[in-house]
């Protein structure tokens, strides 16, 4: 892990704000955050952050994230029917309970289908506005996350081909919904997405009597960081995952947990310091 640490720019989004409200603020509301509300809002925004980016140091770089939560899972279904408590204690390791299933690498629901749906619906309202597609998208391994990507981006073109990264997973371990399938799998199913270079073929971090801590995801999410403000010349960057990595990965820009909903999106604005 790189000696790099990051921090927010604020003041462009709703979800900027200290006290921000996920709740108030809606799962994919009105320009995704973006409190500008002029119709020449999009252009405006792509100016500041080109005017930020040929202002700053040659070893700076701001880049504006898309985050995207997958849509609702029949996990998520499973813990609102027996509650939190119940659910990590007891239903979290088993695989179903005979009418629902849930692990591994459970499917979207109908509603966690609509919900990514939605999204799309934003983006191509935004479209008209001119909202900067992103350069580069990444995606989970886990099948409800790839299944979220590919309906919110269906028909809008993306500039490159999106890229499964391990450790745009969601929190791991004792839980069944958060066992990825092989690699083989992944490749057979969702050949629209290309696998990051060694990727195992079967899912190694997954234990059936540990699981990650907050602490190791935020070591999860600053890899993510570290290799996209690296390795990467894009802007305006794509990541659909989960909630437990999604609060990682603003952890490592200072930032307070957020709890997005199930097919929310939620951008954020970030340079190296």
């Given amino acids: 892990m790189l000696d790099i640490e990051y921090e927010t720019v ?49 070893s700076v770089s701001y880049k504006v994230f898309f985050l995207g939560r997958h849509g609702e899972g029949y996990h998520n279904v499973a813990e609102s029917k027996y509650g939190t408590q119940a659910w990590d204690d007891y239903w979290s390791k088993l695989d179903g309970d005979g009418e629902l299933t849930w692990g591994p690498d459970p499917l979207l629901t109908p509603l966690g289908e609509s919900q990514a749906n939605d999204a799309r619906g934003r983006w191509e309202t935004e479209l008209h506005h001119g909202i900067p597609l992103p350069e580069k998208a ?76 907050k602490a190791e995801v935020k070591t999860r999410a600053k890899q993510v960081l ?11 960057i794509s990541i659909t995952a989960h909630g437990g990595i999604i609060n990682g990965l603003l952890a490592c820009i200072g930032r307070n947990t957020y709890s997005l909903p199930t097919g929310g999106q939620r951008p954020f604005y970030a340079r190296p310091h």
């Fill in 138 to 213: 990444f995606s989970s391994p886990l099948q409800r996350a790839m299944r979220t990507y590919l309906l919110t981006f269906d028909g809008i073109a993306v500039a490159s081909k999106p890229m499964v990264l391990e450790n745009c997973r969601e929190e791991y371990g004792i839980h069944t919904c958060d066992k990825r399938h092989p690699l083989s799998w992944i490749q057979l199913s969702y050949p629209q997405l290309l696998v990051e270079e060694g990727f195992s073929e079967q899912d190694v971090l997954w234990k059936p009597d540990a699981r990650e801590t």
């Fill in 10 to 58: 604020f003041g462009f989004f709703a979800q900027d704000a200290v006290d921000a409200d996920p709740v108030a603020i809606g799962a994919v509301p009105p320009r995704f955050g973006l409190l500008d509300a002029s119709p020449e809002r999009w252009e405006i925004f792509k100016s500041a952050v080109k005017k930020l980016n040929n202002d700053s140091a040659s």
């Fill in 226 to 236: 570290d290799r996209i403000f690296t390795l990467d010349s894009s802007t305006y």
